[in-house]
């Protein structure tokens, strides 16, 4: 029966689980590719390898492997899921959604599936969505997966780009709980932006041609500078919302778990909030930027290193194309 709003479930990650495929990239292999160098890669982005998938492999493949592992850690079958929401820019293809193939591929028969394009923050509007689908007593057990092939729409004759980017995923379940408990959630979009960062050929505006292959518009692109601007700008403001709605402090953040785009970003945030190095989780380091499945897999490393203690409050916060931004904050 569907639940009023005086009987609001209480929400939590019951389960969580991340798969990062073998195969690694060095910052060496890179200079073999293009005109850089370990050093500036290191400098100018705190990436030193990022994965890669191999070429039969696809998004869903990488998720499917992350949601095994988050089912089997929350106690679950996966006849008991009943919805998945996969985020996630890399596709397997236009459509069917990555999640209905992620549904057929773990035989979780009786959910739902849809997927969620919001770029490096789709994971954190996936969690958000999940909650209120669990909050308000439809569902019982969401699947949440951040999964992304980016070495798939990378250029690898862009050095501003083909550096930063690597392929991952990491899955959640989100369902009843008092423990990991989500306690708040803030999201925004300023389309204005959009053509900061893009992939602008393969849909309706510009179906695939000769043309659009030879001018090489089916692989990202991104303004990186203005992208820098405003991601430390509006990952401080979304992680800030977040917290204030529920009358805490930014001081009162034990760990933030932000997406991870660039050191430099990180610790630019982290200093407008006021927080020390030892309060922001990082593994930019081996995996580079994995859009929306960074937050996963950063959350899923966070709670394997034990990184929080019972009771603290973690605000995962993400920003990307879109542009989209976005924060949740976990009691945990
Ligand atoms: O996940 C979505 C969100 N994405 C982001 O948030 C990414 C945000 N942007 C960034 O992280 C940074 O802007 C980049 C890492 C992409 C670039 O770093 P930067 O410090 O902003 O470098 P820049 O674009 O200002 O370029 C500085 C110099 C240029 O050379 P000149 O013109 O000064 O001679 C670039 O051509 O560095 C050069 N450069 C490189 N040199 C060696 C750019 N990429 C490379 C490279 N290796 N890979």
Not at 284 to 290: D, F, H, L, S, V
């Amino acid at each position: 029966m569907k639940q009023t709003g005086d009987e609001m479930q209480d929400v939590g990650i019951i389960g969580l689980g991340c798969y990062l495929p073998p195969e690694k990239i060095t910052n060496s292999d890179l200079e073999k590719l293009v005109d850089t160098s370990d050093q500036w890669i290191i400098t100018r982005t705190g990436i030193r390898e990022r994965r890669k998938a191999s070429q039969e492999v696809a998004s869903s493949d990488l998720g499917v492997e992350a949601s095994k592992v988050a089912i089997k850690d929350a106690g679950l079958n996966p006849e008991d899921i009943d919805l998945i929401i996969t985020a996630t820019i890399t596709p397997d293809m236009a459509f069917p959604a990555t999640a209905c193939i992620i549904q057929d591929k773990i035989g979780a028969r009786n959910a739902a599936a849809f997927d969620i394009n919001a770029a490096c923050t789709g994971f954190v509007f996936a969690i958000n969505v999940a909650q209120l689908f669990v909050s308000t007593g439809t569902y019982n057990n969401v699947l949440v997966v951040g999964a992304e092939k980016l070495t798939s729409i990378v250029d690898w004759t862009d050095r501003s780009t083909c550096v930063l980017f690597g392929d991952g995923a990491g899955a959640c379940i989100v369902g009843k709980s008092k423990d990991r408990r989500i306690i708040s959630s803030f999201m925004g979009a300023d389309g204005s932006g959009g053509h900061l960062l893009n992939l602008p050929a393969g849909g309706s505006r510009l179906p695939a041609t000769e043309e659009t292959v030879k001018k090489r518009l089916h692989f990202l692109k991104m303004e990186g500078n203005e992208v820098f601007k405003v991601a430390v700008r509006i990952m401080a403001e979304a992680a800030s919302n977040a917290i204030k709605k529920i009358g805490l402090e930014c001081n009162d953040i034990d760990l933030l778990i932000p997406h991870q785009a660039n050191i430099r970003i990180l610790m630019a945030v982290a200093k407008r909030l006021g927080l020390s190095e030892d309060r922001i989780f990082m593994n930019i380091e081996k995996y580079g930027n994995m859009s929306a499945a960074s937050t996963a897999v950063a959350l899923v490393e966070a709670s394997q290193e034990n990184r929080v203690k019972k009771g603290g409050n973690v605000v995962l916060v993400a920003f990307g194309g879109g542009l989209t931004y976005g924060a949740t904050v976990i009691k945990w």
